[in-house]
């Protein structure tokens, strides 16, 4: 009895511990947050692939339950989101979504505002990601070898057809990588040239800085509030593909200016 008490005791004063350091820890804070939010994503897509699976098979509707597996995700952290705009995804055509990226808890948002029947255009090497990436590819998600320029180029002549003939829609993150800077970086031509080659819209997805409520160098993630603006569609019919390399800029200047509108607390003359 007197060494259940014991063991008892050390569970109390571990838990009491962490509580501590949970409150008073920014870094141990941030740990546990990402330990969450990374473990949730591991079990659901441990547990439902399969399911879904045999099920569905691999399809693009499985979409919306990688969206309901994710959406809870947001209480946990504590991340209140409002979308603004939304109305601009109600267009009856495919589409093509380019959005600024930011972080893997860019996920949140994606999952409060993806449209049905889009999937997202990934790098390949996320399919070997053990079952995240059985995960995904059951959702539909395209896969892009970026080394293989001119097999990418391949795909995404391949990916235009589909989404004419299935109206499908597409998400692109035109930057190519995280970045948390307050100027998007330049971007790549492939969602361009993917919607000028399907003679489809393009609709820009902008997110607010998340640097108030996540910041991976100072090991920060705290509740807070983001802003999803979802701007009007940029047409593309009577353009070629030549053009792509103009629309890329003309839309970063577009979106760059809607995330310092609404991250005004953390940019201010960035403009470019």
């Keep these: 009895m007197e060494q259940y008490q014991w063991i008892l005791s050390l569970l109390a004063v571990l838990l009491i511990g962490v ?3 949970y409150q008073w820890s920014t870094t141990f804070n941030f740990y546990c947050k990402m330990a969450l939010f990374h473990g949730w994503i591991i079990l659901m897509a441990t547990v439902l692939s399969p399911v879904v699976a045999v099920i569905n098979g691999r399809n693009v509707e499985n979409m919306k339950v990688l969206r309901l597996c ?3 995700l947001k209480y946990f952290c504590g991340i209140k989101i409002t979308v603004q ?3 601009n995804l109600n267009i009856k055509e495919p589409y093509v979504i380019v959005s600024n990226h930011q972080s893997s808890i ?3 948002g994606m999952a409060e505002v993806i449209p049905d029947g889009c999937v997202t255009i990934a790098k390949k090497e996320l399919l070997y990601l053990g079952p995240i990436g059985w995960a995904v590819w059951i959702c539909g998600l395209i896969f892009i070898d970026r080394k293989k320029k ?3 180029m391949a795909t995404m002549d391949g990916i235009a057809e589909t989404m004419r003939q299935d109206d499908i829609k597409i998400w692109v993150y ?3 990588t995280r970045n948390q800077e307050n100027t998007m970086l330049p971007f790549r031509r492939g969602a361009f040239h993917l919607a000028l080659k399907a003679q489809v819209p393009i609709i820009p997805i902008v ?7 996540y910041n991976y160098k100072e090991k920060k993630f705290s509740p807070g509030h983001w802003t999803i603006q979802i701007l009007p569609k940029i047409e593309t019919k009577g353009l070629r593909v030549e053009d792509a390399m103009a629309l890329a800029e003309s839309t970063r200047h577009l979106m760059q200016d809607t995330f310092c509108e609404i991250s005004r607390d953390v940019c201010r003359d960035t403009r470019q």
């Design 174 to 176: 035109p930057e190519g």
């Design 70 to 72: 994710i959406k809870p």
């Design 207 to 213: 997110t607010c800085s998340l640097m108030a409520t």
């Design 106 to 108: 860019d996920l949140l």
């Design 19 to 21: 509580s501590l350091l």
């Design 85 to 87: 705009g939304s109305e």
């Design 150 to 152: 001119r097999e990418a």
